[in-house]
């Protein structure tokens, strides 16, 4: 009798942890509010209305054990720190660390990326010139996201405005529309953006790159320090730490640009910051 009774506790010993794992994932009610970008690679849609993209991608991995559902919302980027402050939003993915986006929120780092001036080769003075000094070429026309301060300085974007030298669009395929078609000489972005839609409109042969080798932008998540508990907060900043620690972040980069060329931009955990630019 007491040889039996001792099986059973060890068979339920063992099974528990699977059957706690099992119940969590069945007993998650959460449905968590996405906010995610309003264009590729970071978010888009493919024929069958299935959403692909880095967004996608990385809040599948980050709930992937939480047995957790959520909602993908396509935002602009006012749209996105709008919702996020009022309580609509409470996850933000891959937005640089703004102030707009931490007023009710927390931001987790994902990596560090350098940002690069993609230029029409036509408009090209000197190839070995630096990042700062193609900048500042006034014969340049830019175009820039609408609501984005993390690529391009207001007090910057100001002079260009007043220089009537800068287009704003809410999405940076329209960006590069405005480039192939030669209404526009550069962008300011990071390679994660160049160097996907280089080749989404065929400018292998038309632009170049020029990398700013200082101060690379933190690329994160925000939490929302408004709908989510400090709880909650802690278990989704375990997960994006193990997936930064492991190199998933960076492997679902490279799926979804289909290329690794942005690589030498990218500061992760185990890739040391480069300080030559590339061209």
Do not use: H, W
């Amino acid at each position: 009798m007491l040889k039996g009774l001792v099986s059973i506790f060890l068979i339920i010993g063992l099974a528990s942890p699977e059957t706690a794992e099992a119940k969590k994932k069945q007993t998650c009610s959460r449905v968590y509010q996405i906010g995610v970008s309003n264009f590729p690679p970071l978010f888009s849609r493919d024929q069958y209305g299935k959403p692909i993209g880095i967004d996608n991608d990385l809040i599948t991995a980050i709930l992937k054990n939480s047995g957790c559902r959520f909602s993908m919302r396509s935002l602009t980027r006012p749209e996105l720190a709008s919702l996020l402050n009022r309580g609509r939003i409470d996850i933000a993915l891959t937005v640089s660390k703004q102030p707009v986006y931490e007023v009710n929120g927390e931001f987790v780092l994902l990596f560090e990326i350098y940002r690069e001036i993609a230029v029409r080769k036509e408009k090209v003075k000197n190839p070995f010139a630096s990042f700062k000094e193609v900048y500042n070429q006034k014969d340049l026309k830019f175009g820039n996201l609408i609501g984005s301060t993390a690529m391009m300085k207001p007090e910057d974007e100001a002079i260009l405005i007043k220089e009537k030298r800068l287009v704003k669009m809410p999405d940076a395929e329209g960006i590069f529309k405005l480039m192939a078609e030669k209404r526009i000489d550069a962008v300011v972005a990071t390679p994660l953006i160049t160097r996907f839609f280089r080749d989404k409109f065929k400018l292998e042969n038309e632009i170049v790159f020029f990398r700013e080798d200082v101060n690379p932008a933190p690329i994160g998540i925000i939490l929302s320090t408004k709908t989510l508990s400090a709880e909650e907060r802690k278990q989704l900043k375990d997960s994006i730490k193990q997936l930064r620690a492991n190199r998933t972040v960076i492997e679902i980069l490279k799926k979804n640009l289909k290329t690794d060329d942005f690589a030498p931009s990218v500061i992760s955990d185990l890739r040391p910051p480069l300080n030559q630019p590339s061209f």
